[in-house]
């Protein structure tokens, strides 16, 4: 992680290894609504027709400074099966995080996942300012270790429904 407070943004970056394929991690990501569903803030979100975009309310808290927002949420670029960037913007205090997702194969079963973000947000008070670095480094460390959850119980799932855990089915 990587931040500057003075400068009004901050850059994150977290990895995690995911025993599960690159595809199954991908379709934990690949459409706005399945994003906002790991994040969590987000307690609504409206998702367009093509599940690219949403209107979303989101419930932010920093310390002991808390509020619920209204904001956006989109995918700006989408390259399948290697990563998406995504945007979620919330209007107070004028909050803007730019997501990278970005997935590597590390052995046919097993996928690195790379979470990158630029947050910028407007004019906060010396003391907010003081509590958000911990809060963003949580919030974003928290959606990307969810990310990696979903894929590897969903992967493991479905190795159980093939009868690959090395369990024998029973007839």
């Known amino acids: 992680m990587t931040g500057d407070l003075g400068a009004q943004s901050l850059r994150y970056s977290h990895a995690v290894r995911v025993r599960a394929p690159n595809q199954a991690v991908w379709q934990e990501i690949e459409t706005i609504d399945l994003i906002l569903a790991k994040i969590e803030e987000v307690r609504q979100s409206v998702i367009d027709d093509r599940h690219q975009s949403a209107r979303i ?38 909050i803007v995080e730019t997501g990278r997702l970005e997935l590597s194969e590390v052995a046919s079963e097993e996928t690195n996942l790379r979470f990158e973000t630029d947050v910028r947000f407007g004019r906060l008070s010396k003391t907010v300012r003081n509590v958000v670095d911990d809060a963003l480094e949580a919030h974003n460390r928290g959606f990307v270790e969810t990310v990696a959850t979903m894929a590897e119980r969903h992967w493991l799932a479905h ?10 089915e029973h007839p």
């Open 57 to 94: 309310r989101a419930h932010m808290a920093w310390g002991p400074f808390a509020r619920t927002v209204d904001g956006t949420a989109r995918i700006l670029e989408m390259h399948k099966p290697q990563g998406l960037t995504f945007t979620l913007q919330v209007q107070i205090p004028n």
């Open 159 to 168: 190795q159980r429904l093939q009868g690959r855990d090395g369990i024998a």
